[in-house]
C-alpha cells in the first residue's frame, strides 16, 4: 500500500496494555476516525480500528484460550 510508510506506527505492549505510536511524517494514522500527530501515542484496546491508510485497517481482537 503505498499510503503505508516504512516505519508507519509502533504497537508495543507495556504494563498490560498495547500502546500505539504514531511515527510517519507524511502518512497519517487514525484510531476509530481519530488523527494522531506523529510521536502522539494512545493506548488501544480491543475493538479498536487502527487506519493506517484508506485500505490498510488492523482491528485489535481479545485472543480467546
Known sequence: DPEVSRIHAALTFKAGR???EHKS???PTFVNGISLKKG???IVFPGDKIYLSG???LQLVRAVA
Do not use: E, G, W
Open 25 to 27: 511524517k507524511v502518512n
Open 18 to 20: 498495547f500502546h500505539l
Open 40 to 42: 502522539q501515542s494512545r
Open 55 to 57: 485500505t490498510t485497517i
